[in-house]
Protein backbone atom coordinates (compact mmCIF):
# COMPACT_ATOMS: atom_id res chain seq x y z
CA UNK A 1 0.00 0.00 0.00
CA UNK A 2 1.22 3.44 -1.08
CA UNK A 3 2.18 5.76 1.74
CA UNK A 4 1.87 9.58 1.80
CA UNK A 5 3.44 11.59 3.98
CA UNK A 6 2.86 15.07 4.46
CA UNK A 7 6.64 16.51 5.53
CA UNK A 8 7.72 19.61 6.58
CA UNK A 9 10.88 18.42 7.56
CA UNK A 10 10.00 19.16 11.08
CA UNK A 11 10.85 16.91 14.07
CA UNK A 12 7.25 15.08 14.22
CA UNK A 13 6.73 14.90 10.23
CA UNK A 14 10.48 13.26 10.09
CA UNK A 15 9.24 10.91 12.71
CA UNK A 16 6.40 9.93 11.14
CA UNK A 17 8.32 9.65 7.80
CA UNK A 18 10.41 6.95 9.63
CA UNK A 19 7.18 5.00 10.66
CA UNK A 20 5.84 5.00 7.63
CA UNK A 21 9.44 4.07 5.36
CA UNK A 22 9.69 0.92 8.11
CA UNK A 23 6.27 -0.68 6.73
CA UNK A 24 8.77 -1.30 3.65
CA UNK A 25 5.85 -0.08 1.01
CA UNK A 26 6.43 3.20 -1.63
CA UNK A 27 6.85 6.11 0.38
CA UNK A 28 6.34 9.48 -1.15
CA UNK A 29 6.55 12.43 0.84
CA UNK A 30 4.79 16.08 -0.29
CA UNK A 31 6.08 19.45 1.29
CA UNK A 32 3.42 22.90 1.28
CA UNK A 33 4.46 26.05 0.71
CA UNK A 34 2.10 28.15 1.71
CA UNK A 35 4.74 31.29 1.49
CA UNK A 36 5.41 30.80 5.89
CA UNK A 37 8.84 32.41 6.67
CA UNK A 38 11.15 28.83 6.76
CA UNK A 39 9.73 27.57 3.63
CA UNK A 40 13.05 27.83 1.97
CA UNK A 41 14.62 25.93 4.74
CA UNK A 42 11.69 23.32 5.61
CA UNK A 43 11.48 22.34 1.74
CA UNK A 44 15.86 21.91 1.71
CA UNK A 45 14.87 19.80 5.02
CA UNK A 46 12.66 17.47 3.72
CA UNK A 47 14.11 17.02 0.04
CA UNK A 48 17.43 16.15 2.36
CA UNK A 49 15.26 13.34 4.61
CA UNK A 50 13.06 12.07 1.32
CA UNK A 51 16.48 11.21 -0.14
CA UNK A 52 17.89 9.41 2.83
CA UNK A 53 14.97 7.42 3.11
CA UNK A 54 14.38 6.79 -1.01
CA UNK A 55 10.88 8.64 -0.80
CA UNK A 56 9.93 10.25 -3.65
CA UNK A 57 9.49 14.10 -2.91
CA UNK A 58 7.28 16.80 -4.41
CA UNK A 59 6.82 20.43 -3.38
CA UNK A 60 2.96 22.09 -3.57
CA UNK A 61 2.56 25.72 -3.64
CA UNK A 62 -0.15 27.13 -1.51
CA UNK A 63 0.28 30.94 -1.77
CA UNK A 64 -3.19 31.58 -0.92
CA UNK A 65 -3.30 30.67 2.33
CA UNK A 66 -0.58 33.61 2.80
CA UNK A 67 -3.03 36.03 0.70
CA UNK A 68 -5.54 35.16 3.34
CA UNK A 69 -3.25 35.96 6.23
CA UNK A 70 -3.96 35.68 9.70
CA UNK A 71 -0.60 34.38 10.92
CA UNK A 72 2.37 35.53 12.28
CA UNK A 73 3.95 32.77 10.39
CA UNK A 74 3.08 34.40 7.01
CA UNK A 75 2.69 38.08 7.95
CA UNK A 76 6.53 39.81 8.54
CA UNK A 77 4.85 42.73 10.07
CA UNK A 78 3.75 39.87 12.28
CA UNK A 79 6.06 39.41 15.55
CA UNK A 80 6.91 35.15 16.52
CA UNK A 81 6.12 35.05 20.46
CA UNK A 82 9.87 33.66 21.71
CA UNK A 83 9.01 31.56 25.09
CA UNK A 84 11.70 30.38 27.59
CA UNK A 85 11.23 26.00 28.36
CA UNK A 86 9.38 27.06 31.65
CA UNK A 87 6.41 28.58 29.45
CA UNK A 88 5.97 25.28 27.97
CA UNK A 89 3.56 24.05 30.32
CA UNK A 90 1.50 26.85 30.96
CA UNK A 91 -1.74 26.41 28.52
CA UNK A 92 -2.44 30.16 29.21
CA UNK A 93 1.03 30.75 27.21
CA UNK A 94 0.88 28.39 25.03
CA UNK A 95 -2.63 28.93 23.86
CA UNK A 96 -2.10 32.66 22.95
CA UNK A 97 1.12 31.88 21.05
CA UNK A 98 -1.17 29.27 19.15
CA UNK A 99 -3.27 32.21 17.98
CA UNK A 100 -0.31 33.85 17.06
CA UNK A 101 0.98 31.31 14.66
CA UNK A 102 -2.11 29.52 13.24
CA UNK A 103 -2.43 29.35 10.16
CA UNK A 104 -6.46 29.48 9.09
CA UNK A 105 -6.90 25.76 7.58
CA UNK A 106 -4.02 24.45 7.08
CA UNK A 107 -4.29 20.93 7.88
CA UNK A 108 -7.19 20.87 6.42
CA UNK A 109 -5.76 21.72 3.11
CA UNK A 110 -2.74 19.95 3.44
CA UNK A 111 -4.11 16.69 4.42
CA UNK A 112 -7.00 17.01 1.55
CA UNK A 113 -4.30 17.67 -1.11
CA UNK A 114 -2.58 15.03 0.24
CA UNK A 115 -5.53 12.30 0.50
CA UNK A 116 -6.22 13.33 -3.55
CA UNK A 117 -2.52 12.23 -3.93
CA UNK A 118 -2.91 9.14 -2.42
CA UNK A 119 -6.13 8.56 -4.38
CA UNK A 120 -5.15 8.99 -7.47
CA UNK A 121 -2.39 6.41 -6.78
CA UNK A 122 -4.50 4.10 -6.05
CA UNK A 123 -5.49 4.59 -2.23
CA UNK A 124 -3.02 4.29 0.34
CA UNK A 125 -2.48 5.76 3.63
CA UNK A 126 -1.61 9.99 4.38
CA UNK A 127 0.82 9.98 7.44
CA UNK A 128 1.57 12.83 9.61
CA UNK A 129 3.13 13.81 12.88
CA UNK A 130 0.36 15.08 14.53
CA UNK A 131 1.00 14.58 18.51
CA UNK A 132 -0.27 14.69 22.21
CA UNK A 133 1.83 17.45 22.94
CA UNK A 134 0.80 20.13 20.21
CA UNK A 135 -2.60 18.48 20.57
CA UNK A 136 -3.06 20.39 23.92
CA UNK A 137 -2.81 23.92 22.40
CA UNK A 138 -3.82 23.00 18.54
CA UNK A 139 -7.44 21.15 17.93
CA UNK A 140 -5.84 20.34 14.53
CA UNK A 141 -2.99 18.18 16.00
CA UNK A 142 -5.71 16.04 18.37
CA UNK A 143 -7.06 12.15 17.88
CA UNK A 144 -10.24 13.30 17.53
CA UNK A 145 -8.92 15.66 14.58
CA UNK A 146 -7.73 12.59 12.93
CA UNK A 147 -10.89 10.43 13.73
CA UNK A 148 -13.44 12.82 12.18
CA UNK A 149 -11.12 13.81 9.10
CA UNK A 150 -11.12 9.97 8.61
CA UNK A 151 -15.22 10.17 8.46
CA UNK A 152 -14.93 12.59 5.72
CA UNK A 153 -12.70 10.34 3.52
CA UNK A 154 -15.44 7.53 3.62
CA UNK A 155 -17.40 10.22 1.45
CA UNK A 156 -15.22 12.04 -0.37
CA UNK A 157 -12.91 9.49 -1.55
CA UNK A 158 -14.05 6.44 -3.77
CA UNK A 159 -10.90 4.60 -3.13
CA UNK A 160 -9.36 3.22 0.44
CA UNK A 161 -7.51 6.16 1.94
CA UNK A 162 -7.26 7.07 5.45
CA UNK A 163 -5.00 9.70 7.94
CA UNK A 164 -2.75 8.18 9.97
CA UNK A 165 -0.69 9.88 12.97
CA UNK A 166 1.14 7.28 14.50
CA UNK A 167 2.29 9.89 17.19
CA UNK A 168 -0.45 10.94 18.63
CA UNK A 169 -0.05 9.51 22.06
CA UNK A 170 3.41 11.02 22.24
CA UNK A 171 5.17 13.52 23.56
CA UNK A 172 7.98 15.43 21.74
CA UNK A 173 10.94 13.58 24.52
CA UNK A 174 9.15 10.09 23.62
CA UNK A 175 8.74 11.27 19.39
CA UNK A 176 12.60 11.53 19.99
CA UNK A 177 13.49 8.94 21.65
CA UNK A 178 11.27 6.42 19.59
CA UNK A 179 13.18 8.23 16.26
CA UNK A 180 16.37 7.07 17.00
CA UNK A 181 15.10 3.74 17.53
CA UNK A 182 13.89 4.21 14.05
CA UNK A 183 16.96 5.29 12.28
CA UNK A 184 18.97 2.16 14.16
CA UNK A 185 16.62 -0.39 12.59
CA UNK A 186 16.85 1.43 9.39
CA UNK A 187 20.30 1.97 9.72
CA UNK A 188 19.66 5.89 9.04
CA UNK A 189 20.48 9.34 10.36
CA UNK A 190 17.19 11.98 9.57
CA UNK A 191 17.01 13.88 12.60
CA UNK A 192 19.58 15.82 12.18
CA UNK A 193 18.53 16.98 8.75
CA UNK A 194 15.06 17.78 10.07
CA UNK A 195 13.92 21.86 10.50
CA UNK A 196 11.25 22.94 13.40
CA UNK A 197 12.08 26.29 13.97
CA UNK A 198 10.13 28.77 12.56
CA UNK A 199 12.27 31.26 11.02
CA UNK A 200 14.35 31.52 7.89
CA UNK A 201 18.09 31.94 9.93
CA UNK A 202 19.47 31.97 6.45
CA UNK A 203 21.22 28.79 6.46
CA UNK A 204 19.90 25.26 6.09
CA UNK A 205 19.45 23.18 9.56
CA UNK A 206 20.12 26.05 12.02
CA UNK A 207 17.56 26.84 14.45
CA UNK A 208 16.82 30.33 16.43
CA UNK A 209 16.52 28.90 19.33
CA UNK A 210 13.88 31.05 20.90
CA UNK A 211 10.56 30.30 19.01
CA UNK A 212 8.54 27.59 20.52
CA UNK A 213 9.21 25.24 18.42
CA UNK A 214 12.51 25.72 18.97
CA UNK A 215 12.60 25.45 22.45
CA UNK A 216 9.95 22.77 22.35
CA UNK A 217 12.81 20.69 20.40
CA UNK A 218 15.29 21.36 22.73
CA UNK A 219 13.37 20.32 25.83
CA UNK A 220 12.73 17.09 23.62
CA UNK A 221 16.19 16.15 23.19
CA UNK A 222 17.00 16.96 26.61
CA UNK A 223 14.17 14.72 28.43
CA UNK A 224 14.97 12.02 25.72
CA UNK A 225 18.88 11.65 26.63
CA UNK A 226 19.55 12.02 23.33
CA UNK A 227 22.49 13.86 21.87
CA UNK A 228 20.68 17.23 20.16
CA UNK A 229 22.15 17.40 16.42
CA UNK A 230 20.93 20.94 16.15
CA UNK A 231 22.51 24.04 15.86
CA UNK A 232 21.25 27.07 17.67
CA UNK A 233 21.47 30.86 17.65
CA UNK A 234 20.13 31.33 21.21
Given at each position: ????????G???????????????????????????????????????????????????????????????L??????????????????????????????????????????????????????????????????????????????????????D??????????D????????????E??????????????????????????????????????????????????
Amino acid sequence: MVKVCVLSGGLDSTVAALVAKLKGDDLYTLTFDYGQRAALREINAARKISEVLGAEHKVIKLPFLKDFGGSALTERDRSVPELKEEDLDNLEITRETMRSVWVPGRNIVMFSIASSFAESLGGGEVYTGLNKEEGTTFPDNTLEFVNRFNHLLEYGTIRDVKLVAPLYNLDKAEIVKYGRELEEKLGVEVLKYSYSCYHDNGEDFLHCGTCESCVRRKRAFKEAGVEDPTKYLR
